[in-house]
């Protein structure tokens, strides 16, 4: 039991660290908490987030999929271990895999906006423009709060849906707004 609470302090101290911006020191903490508990899910994600924020993307994807594959992770820590991987595959040129990461991110968080956003890139960069926009254009309508849009939310989220659509002349116009 004591071990359970050094090791609690230890990841307390190492996040501590890095929210106060010495990702290094963190780092070093972290990689040294990974070493002796390789199984632990939070250790795994929060190493991984030290390696995102001083740019060692390619060393962050192993404690990223470490993280994920795994179980133990609070519900924040596992949403966020699922953007920071998708988005860490994008930043790599990793295209596909962002997108198969996001998409998996989505089935459990189905409504996050962030992973909608992080997938609109991923698929833009994958050639996916019309899914991107799509995807844009709900987060918008579905989490703006903007009088305009919201005022124009429905038609927003129907025309998301039917970007080239068109009203031919013999039609009677469409009530989405």
Not at 85 to 104: C, D, F, N, P, Q
């Amino acid at each position: 039991m004591s071990d359970d609470r050094d090791k609690a302090a230890e990841l307390a101290r190492a996040v501590r660290l890095r929210e106060q911006g010495r990702a290094g020191q963190a780092r070093e903490a972290l990689l040294e908490l990974a070493s002796r508990h390789p199984e632990d899910a939070e250790i795994a994600y929060q190493t991984a987030w030290a390696h995102d924020v001083l740019g060692l993307e390619r060393e962050a994807v192993p404690f990223y999929e470490r993280a994920l594959g795994g179980p133990g992770l609070s519900r924040d820590s596992r949403h966020g271990a699922f953007l920071g991987l998708g988005s860490t595959h994008r930043v790599l040129g990793a295209y596909g895999e962002a997108v198969r990461t996001l998409r998996r991110g989505l089935e459990e968080f189905p409504d996050d906006p962030a992973l909608r956003a992080f997938l609109a890139m991923a698929l833009y960069n994958e050639g996916e423009g019309r899914e991107a926009v799509r995807l844009l254009l709900k987060a918008l309508a579905g989490t703006s709060e903007d009088p305009r849009v919201r005022r124009y939310r429905r038609a927003i989220e129907y025309y998301a849906d039917d970007l080239d659509g068109v009203q031919s002349a013999n039609e009677e116009p469409r009530a989405v707004s």
